[in-house]
């Protein structure tokens, strides 16, 4: 039997700005059988390639700059929330990793309310390290 259906290749994005991805899955949806279902790569052995620096010595270690110099403060907290995001999805992988972050500050002074609550956002992934940069 002959059956209808729709794909889409499921992306883990890393970078918009750079258009830098890793496909991770694949969601079928068949609407006449009334099948959807999804099937995702529990692995994550890209991880070399979608960070900066990133090196495996029992578990993974990855390194993260991000930049804080942005032009208002909400995109300094919404940037913090995105980044607390890629973390969490990380929590569900098999295998074990610690992310170091370093965030750089931003130049314009009166920025530096939001920026020094980014850390605090980004701690909430107790997967995750913060280091600022400071002046």
């Not at 995702?40 to 990855?62: E, I, Q, T």
């Not at 992988?93 to 009166?110: A, H």
């Amino acid at each position: 039997m002959k059956t209808t259906f729709t794909y889409t290749v499921l992306r883990y994005v890393h970078d918009i700005a750079t258009g830098e991805f890793v496909n991770v899955g694949v969601a079928l949806y068949a609407p006449e059988a009334k099948y959807v279902s999804a099937l995702c790569n529990p692995r994550y052995s890209h991880l070399s390639k979608m960070f900066a620096d990133a090196w495996k010595n029992g578990v993974w270690n990855l390194n993260q700059p991000v930049s804080m110099d942005l032009q208002d403060a909400d995109s300094i907290l919404d940037k913090a929330n995105r980044w607390l995001g890629r973390a969490t999805n990380l929590k569900d992988s098999t295998e074990d990793f610690r992310l170091w972050m370093l965030i750089g500050e931003p130049k314009v002074e009166k920025l530096r309310p939001a920026y020094a609550k980014a850390p605090n956002i980004l701690n909430l992934s107790n997967s995750t390290r913060v280091a600022l940069s400071m002046r």
